[in-house]
Every structure is written in structure tokens, then in C-alpha cells.
T-cell receptor, first 113, second 111 residues
Framework: GDSVTQMEGPVTLSEEAFLTINCTYT??????LFWYVQYPGEGLQLLLK?????DKGSNKGFEATYRKETTSFHLEKGSVQVSDSAVYFC????????????FGSGTQLTVLP | DVKVTQSSRYLVKRTGEKVFLECVQD?????MFWYRQDPGLGLRLIYF???????EKGDIPEGYSVSREKKERFSLILESASTNQTSMYLC??????????FGSGTRLTVV
């Protein structure tokens, strides 16, 4: 079945540091890929998405590129801020199972001033 | 923007009680979902629905049921709450195509 593997957390960075959160996936079809963010005490919000190979999703300074050859969708940001502290979830939606999202386990990011 | 509203942010219930978690969306979305979120396990799908009066089991349906009598409302029911159902419950909705809108979550504690 489909699965998503994220790097283990928690991740702690200083403000303005470079961020990478690794995400790899297993899927039978041609999935769409997503990053969701969950701020403390809130539900999940869509951060960015990519629907086909080589697409780059971007939002709020975050980027991720859909790499079919390595089955990866790593999240990056060049300079993190304290306000980026949150839990980040990688997810996929397989065309074969339509409309359902499969999530990774989440990565807790803490940014220190 | 689509809004998904979960009726309670925090609930405390006793073992054996019947528990109702309510979710309402305001953008006429066809698809609605219930997940539970646990540390280290990410989000796991409990039930979902593609239409009124329609439901399908997700990955962990045991101990849960759902009801969708109206398009905008999707209820999760714990028939007899147990301590291992203590968790964060997240409702989501979507229209055609991938990507969800989530509610703020209900943190349920069963004592």
C-alpha cells in the first residue's frame, strides 16, 4: 500500500538557518504530493503541493520539488523564523485510491531566536 | 475560504460513554473525512464519506461509526468510549481533486 516516510524529529534550528525536512514515499500510481503544517493548538493547513513529476510547490518561502526518480518531496526553506515553529506533515494522494490522503508521522520544528 | 468547524475543542468523557464528535463544512464539499492524530503515528484515517448517507471504512474503523445525513455534516460516533481512544480527532473536507481543508481538531480524553 501507499506510505510516506519523514525524517525523525524533533528538529531545532536557530533563526535564519536553512531548513530541510526529508520525505520519501511509496505509491502504486502517480500520486500528488503535499506538505501540511500544524501550528500549536490548531488543525492542519495546506502549505504547498505538487501534482506531477518535476513540479515545484512553493509558499511562504518554503519549497519542495516532486522527484519521481528518488520518490522524494523534501521540504526546504532558506531562512527560518521563530514563527515557523510547528509540526510539518508530508502526504500523498494516490490517483488509484482517489481523494484519500496518506500522511507521514510528522516532524516537529522548533526555531530559536 | 472553506471553513470546517468541529463542535468542541476539548472533551472529557468516561469509559463506556457514547460520544459524538460533530463536523460541519460550509462550502458544499462532497468528501468528508475523520482522522485521529497520535504522537509518532501521524494521522490515521478512521472513516470517510463521498456523499450523503454514504460511508467507507478507513484504516482504523474499529470502535467507531459515522453518520452523514446532510452534505455539510459528518459525525463521528464512539459507541462505547475506551481509554485507548484518547486522541486528537481531525475532520477534513474536500471537493473533487486532491487536497483537504481541516478543522481545528477535538482533543478527546477518555477517563
Amino acid at each position: 500500500g501507499d506510505s510516506v516516510t519523514q525524517m525523525e524529529g524533533p528538529v531545532t534550528l536557530s533563526e535564519e538557518a536553512f531548513l530541510t525536512i526529508n520525505c520519501t514515499y511509496t505509491a502504486t500510481g502517480y500520486p500528488s504530493l503535499f506538505w501540511y503544517v500544524q501550528y500549536p493548538g490548531e488543525g492542519l493547513q495546506l502549505l504547498l503541493k505538487a501534482t506531477k513529476a518535476d513540479d515545484k510547490g512553493s509558499n511562504k518561502g518554503f519549497e519542495a520539488t516532486y522527484r519521481k526518480e528518488t520518490t522524494s518531496f523534501h521540504l526546504e526553506k532558506g531562512s527560518v523564523q521563530v514563527s515557523d515553529s510547528a509540526v510539518y506533515f508530508c502526504a500523498l494522494s494516490d490517483q488509484g485510491s482517489a481523494r484519500q490522503l496518506t500522511f507521514g508521522s510528522g516532524t516537529q520544528l522548533t526555531v530559536l531566536p | 475560504d472553506v471553513k470546517v468547524t468541529q463542535s468542541s475543542r476539548y472533551l472529557v468523557k468516561r469509559t463506556g460513554e457514547k460520544v459524538f464528535l460533530e463536523c460541519v463544512q460550509d462550502m458544499d464539499h462532497e468528501n468528508m473525512f475523520w482522522y485521529r492524530q497520535d504522537p509518532g503515528l501521524g494521522l490515521r484515517l478512521i472513516y470517510f464519506s463521498y456523499d450523503v448517507k454514504m460511508k467507507e471504512k478507513g484504516d482504523i474503523p474499529e470502535g467507531y461509526s459515522v453518520s452523514r445525513e446532510k452534505k455539510e455534516r459528518f459525525s463521528l460516533i464512539l459507541e462505547s468510549a475506551s481509554t485507548n481512544q484518547t486522541s486528537m480527532y481531525l475532520c477534513a473536507s474536500s471537493q473533487t481533486g486532491p487536497g483537504y481543508t481541516f478543522g481545528s481538531g477535538t482533543r478527546l480524553t477518555v477517563v
